[in-house]
């Protein structure tokens, strides 16, 4: 099973999870930010450009050919790019099977396009992502991602996250399995 917690806090979302589903599965946990390009290509258009930072920062297919198709053949690269040395993080591929449950984290992975059964997205107001340390130049980019994909009605399940101690689930969809994300139709 394949799961995208999408937004800022979705790592500690993601803790509770592995918790919780550790006693009956293998839980394997990605972060997209293991997935990030190298700088000179995120950096293109500025370090501090928020279209880039929510369209080009991420390795998109890197990420789905790595971890979210690798899964059905029973091995993902848990870590691809080491951003702070800016090199590849030579991380070994890790064995997952049929019950195991890989978990990605990241900001705006309801816009790529990624394949998953279960889409969980942790809604945040601009204050509280200030409060969460997100730079201020990063508030367009999460402005426009909330307005153009509307990640609250096309997830499966809608945390929000205001107060991190007291996350409210706000909906949840019986949707399950589903090949792709919302919106994206099979090739």
């Not at 006693?23 to 990030?36: G, P, Q, Y």
């Not at 501090?48 to 029973?74: C, I, K």
């Not at 107001?125 to 130049?137: F, H, K, M």
């Amino acid at each position: 099973m394949r799961v995208l917690v999408d937004g800022v806090g979705g790592a500690e979302l993601v803790d509770s999870l592995v918790d919780g589903l550790t006693t009956s599965r293998r839980v394997m946990r990605i972060s997209a930010d293991d997935f990030l390009r190298p700088a000179g290509e995120r950096f293109e258009a500025g370090r501090e450009d928020p279209q880039s930072f929510r369209e080009r920062w991420v390795d998109t297919r890197a990420l789905r050919r790595e971890v979210l198709d690798a899964a059905a053949s029973g091995a993902v690269l848990p870590a691809l790019w080491d951003a702070a040395v800016d090199r590849s993080a030579r991380a070994a591929r890790v064995h997952v099977d049929s019950r195991s449950v890989v978990i990605v984290d990241g900001r705006f992975l309801l816009g790529l396009g990624l394949p998953a059964e279960v889409v969980v997205h942790v809604a945040l107001s601009p204050a509280a992502l200030l409060r969460r340390g997100v730079p201020a130049w990063q508030l367009p980019a999460f402005a426009t991602y909330d307005e153009q994909v509307q990640p609250g009605d096309r997830c499966d399940v809608l945390v929000r996250a205001e107060d991190p101690q007291r996350p409210a689930v706000l909906h949840r969809y019986g949707r399950m399995p589903r090949r792709e994300a919302p919106g994206v139709s099979e090739a």
